[in-house]
């Protein structure tokens, strides 16, 4: 028997105590000792229909665990693993549980510099984060193009933005609706400048003055459309969330009179490729000191707890789930 938390159709998330039957099938069955809370989670966790597929369902769309067997030829049982996304937590059982059943299509090996506890605080997170920051750099947007946007600063993939951004030369501007209280974590994560999300929040003109070479939104909304409106000649900007809203209340010119890319981030359906390139650059780039700095830790209890708190966008950063505690 393990302990997993459980959504049932219309009832609150529960912790329940199930065994291996209750597993679906799947090539690798993993010991999981670590997952997080994203976003996604904690819509997940409030049984919400757009995020949970089918019923009853184990959120979690991120775990690091040991092999425990594998019809895998690229696993052995013994493997410490990490899996993003890939539906699970979604459609498939995910890693808010001792155990877990998956494909092997998405499961990376953890690389070798992480522990298991700090794999899980980077999470899909910062898989998302930097994902994004591969995008502006493939799209052509160097350190020396100018000031780089970070919109939900002080949230998981914003966090993990500014951290990454700062550490490959960007110059780095956080929008946080939290200045005051987290100016001084945004600015150690390495952000140039601190702002408030409130300029961006209604909608504004078409066209702004240009003030971004690029830009990493998990906003949405009327900020995504303000964002692009101050996006500069020839600028890109990666929409990678909908914390305001899934809307994008904007019109063609930022595209048509000022060349500006929107590109998007995808953590779930990633090819191998992209997970092996991102997730080798933040176990080699990012400081393990600021990593730690923005992670609090719970147990399988709190991450009940953390569903709503994050819904509520305030959390700081991440919040990595000891689920053997
Ligand atoms: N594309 C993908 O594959 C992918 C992967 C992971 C996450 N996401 C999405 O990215 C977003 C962020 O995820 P996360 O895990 O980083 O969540 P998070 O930790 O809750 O961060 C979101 C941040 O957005 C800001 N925010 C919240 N509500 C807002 C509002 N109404 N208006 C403006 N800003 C608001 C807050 O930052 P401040 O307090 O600093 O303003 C909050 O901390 C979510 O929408 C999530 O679904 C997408």
């Not at 080699?284 to 147990?299: K, N, P, R, V, Y």
């Amino acid at each position: 028997m393990f302990r997993a938390i459980v959504v049932d159709e219309g009832k609150p998330a529960e912790i329940r105590e199930v065994d291996d039957d209750f597993l679906q099938p799947g090539e690798v069955t993993i010991d999981v000792e670590y997952s997080s809370v994203n976003f996604k989670d904690g819509l997940a966790l409030a049984g919400n229909r757009g995020v949970v597929r089918t019923f009853p369902i184990i959120p979690g769309i991120d775990l690091v665990g040991t092999v425990a067997a594998s019809d895998s030829a690229r696993f052995a049982v013994g493997d410490l693993v990490l899996l993003n996304g890939d539906g699970i937590g979604e459609s498939r059982f995910g890693g808010l549980a001792e155990r877990a059943r998956v494909r092997a299509d998405a499961l990376i090996p953890l690389p070798e510099n992480l522990s298991a506890s700090r794999a899980a605080a980077i999470g899909t997170a910062g898989f998302t984060a930097m994902i994004a920051v591969l995008a502006i750099e493939r799209l052509g947007i160097l350190p020396t193009a100018g000031d780089v946007l970070v919109t939900g600063a002080a949230g998981g993939v914003g966090s993990v933005a500014i951290a990454m951004l700062a550490a490959r030369g960007y110059s780095v501007t956080a929008s946080t609706g939290r200045a005051e209280a987290e100016g001084d974590y945004l600015r150690r994560l390495g952000a140039a400048d601190v702002i408030d999300r409130a300029q961006f929040s209604d909608p504004g003109k078409p066209l702004q003055k240009a003030r971004w070479a690029g830009a990493i939104d998990s906003v949405g909304s009327a900020t995504l459309a303000n964002v692009l409106a101050q996006t500069n000649y020839g600028g890109v900007v990666v929409s990678c969330g909908l914390a305001q809203g899934g809307d994008l209340p904007s019109s063609v010119m930022p595209f048509i009179l000022r060349a500006v890319t929107l590109t998007g981030a995808n953590s779930v359906d990633a090819p191998l490729a992209l997970r092996e390139q991102a997730w080798a650059a933040l176990a080699t780039e990012l400081d393990l000191d600021l990593l730690d700095s923005m992670t609090s830790t719970t147990d399988l209890a709190g991450a009940l707890d953390a569903g709503p708190t994050i819904l509520g966008g305030q959390i700081r950063g991440r919040t990595v789930v000891d689920v053997r505690r």
